[in-house]
């Protein structure tokens, strides 16, 4: 593709935010920018109490327009939150210096299953193609988990994540098994589904504000978790793991993140007098390489009873960092067969923790095997999860 597009990127998500989501975009943004077109972030402002702000930021213009909190105390308030979302973002966008803007291109990124609305009235403005980034199959992860019952709320938002897929010309799901989600969706004519693997731009080692040699982990093999903590990652074992371990003074377990289990971790650290591990909180992005350059083994955790297919961004990190990975997945995924078929690490689907402990004891004491790991990582990392084979793909 030759000519220079006019590209909008919607999310809840953007720097300076530090989830995984507001990385993975930025990346994708700026791989735009380097591919010759014109990217725009179009994100919610949670603090302005102006109807827009435009600036630029690493390179991609922002514009940031004014929405209530998604990030609400309960479900109920977030899912009120949510739904209003799209409607407040037009109404922003409406009296912005971008009204009138022609997209070529309109990229969105799910979750929420909430941007319908919004995309639906930018195309009809625009005409634009539309292509939306599919990261979480919900509400049937939430039913799994015993989140949401099947019942009028579950069927509100499968109605509301059936107008967000109507309104995509492609949707890109993270993993081949989650294209079985969507059987009837192409039926109709012009639409696509693919796998989009998630992405990620590796950045040099600028150190980082977490010194493991001066804390109590100094000297271990340090498994360390990133990313969010909450109820769809069942981190629960992990604990159960680490209480396993806490003979050995060799190994060692970090935690860095947010998330609703945050709390409840730290405090279960305390009742048990578990002094093999810290809890820290998010750190920025840019220090993710220095971080984990001072650890040894990256940990995954996924809750047992989901039954949708996913690849954690954590999980990218990891690989594209060289580090080897201990999951414990649900069985039968994509992640569980991916991580068998390459080689970077091991994977458990079980709910034994003795069975856990002989996985991350092999990696701890074998370094040889964490060197090949390592090595398998990053190839697995450059070939399968960059941000230019994203933006590629996206525009094709």
């Known amino acids: 593709m030759n000519r220079s597009l006019q590209i909008a990127l919607i999310s809840t998500d953007y720097p300076p935010l530090r989830t995984s989501a507001a990385v993975q975009l930025r990346d994708l943004a700026q791989q735009f920018a380097a591919l010759g077109h014109r990217p725009v972030m179009i ?6 109490d102006q109807p827009w702000k435009v600036e630029r930021l690493d390179g991609v213009d922002v514009l940031r327009l004014a929405a209530p909190p998604t990030r609400a105390a309960t479900l109920f308030r977030r899912a009120l939150a949510e739904m209003w979302l799209p409607f407040a973002m037009l109404r922003g966008m409406r009296r912005s210096p971008l009204r009138s803007a022609k997209w070529d291109v ?3 990124y799910s979750p929420p299953i909430f941007f319908g609305p919004l995309i639906w009235a930018l195309r009809r403005a625009s005409g634009a193609r539309t292509y939306l980034i599919l990261r ?31 309104v995509a010309d492609t949707i890109g799901v993270q993993t081949e098994s989650n294209l079985d989600y969507l059987p009837n969706w192409t039926k109709s004519k012009g639409r696509r589904i693919e796998v989009l693997h998630n992405w990620l731009a590796t950045t040099p080692d600028i150190g980082c504000s977490i010194q493991v040699a001066r804390t109590s982990l100094a000297g271990r093999k340090v498994f360390v978790y990133i990313g969010n903590m909450g ?14 371990l806490r003979h050995r003074d060799d190994i060692g377990f970090l935690f860095v993140g947010r998330g609703s289990e945050f709390s409840k971790l730290e405090a279960e650290r305390a009742s048990r007098d578990l002094t093999n591990v810290l809890f820290f909180d998010e750190i920025d992005p840019s220090e993710i390489p220095g971080l984990l350059a001072q650890c040894h083994v990256g940990l995954v955790a996924l809750h047992p009873n989901h039954k949708t297919h996913n690849i ?9 960092y060289g580090l080897p990975v201990l999951a414990r997945v649900n069985r039968g995924t994509d992640l569980e067969r991916l991580i068998e078929a390459s080689g970077v690490g091991r994977v458990y689907a079980g709910s034994s923790v003795n069975e856990l402990k002989g996985l991350a004891e092999e990696l701890a004491d074998d370094e040889a095997l964490r060197r090949t790991m390592s090595d398998r990582g990053k190839r697995l990392g450059g070939s399968m999860f960059s941000p230019e ?8």
């Open 136 to 166: 979480d199959i919900f509400p049937e992860w939430a039913v799994d988990l015993g989140i949401i019952r099947k019942g009028p709320v579950y069927l509100l938002l499968k109605a509301v994540a059936a107008f967000q897929y109507a």
């Open 106 to 108: 309109l990229v969105w």
């Open 312 to 320: 954690p961004g954590k999980f990218v990190s990891y690989v594209q």
């Open 389 to 396: 084979a994203a933006a590629k793909q996206i525009l094709v």
């Open 231 to 244: 109820v769809a990652q069942g981190i629960e074992i992990l604990m159960d793991l680490i209480q396993s």
């Open 43 to 48: 994100v919610p402002s949670l603090t302005s």
